[in-house]
């Protein structure tokens, strides 16, 4: 699957194994660069808002360069929007971290085994977030999607599972 995880785009002059090798060079510096600066968090505890905008920017910065080359499957560009997706659900941005989950979502199902937790994670996340933005139907379809998930990698009768189907009847 690395040839999956690593999809270059698909363009009528396509970039050269230099620009490949470079982008791959500049997206690992960014995500070092993003750990770092999410590693001194208590400082975004003191600045709020306004450092998680800054690091929403450097995301979408990055994941505009690394689109030029990188199909949103490959893992640096879904490493960055799934970056980009906590940095919506910290500031309370759940129309932005809906639209990062749904690009996500799909390569993860793609890239990850059938009942893999990542996914079941997503999925869980895309269903909260359908719901606090009244979407209904969405929300139960992605809230069962994980449960469908969990039960067979947490097995039934695990508190977790029983935790959100109650969460289920409760919307």
């Not at 905008?53 to 450097?58: G, M, P, W």
């Not at 893999?116 to 929300?139: C, D, F, I, Q």
Request: with cysteine.
């Amino acid at each position: 699957q690395d040839k999956e995880k690593l999809e270059i785009r698909k363009l009528n002059d396509p970039p050269s194994a230099e620009t490949v090798r470079d982008m791959i060079k500049y997206a690992r510096n960014v995500i070092e660069e993003f750990r770092r600066a999410k590693h001194y968090k208590y400082i975004l505890c003191l600045t709020g808002t306004l450092l998680a905008c800054e690091l929403l920017e450097i995301c979408e910065l990055s994941l505009d360069k690394m689109g030029a080359v990188f199909e949103d499957s490959n893992v640096y560009m879904l490493h960055m929007m799934y970056q980009a997706m906590g940095v919506c659900l910290y500031v309370q941005d759940w129309e932005g971290a809906l639209r990062y989950g749904q690009k996500i979502i799909r390569p993860y199902s793609k890239h990850y085994p059938s009942y893999s937790l990542n996914v079941a994670s997503m999925w869980l996340k895309l269903g909260r977030l359908y719901n606090a933005l009244e979407n209904r139907t969405a929300g139960v379809k992605a809230l069962k999607r994980a449960i469908a998930i969990m039960e067979v990698a947490h097995g039934k009768d695990h508190p977790y599972i029983s935790e959100i189907k109650k969460e289920l009847e409760d919307h």
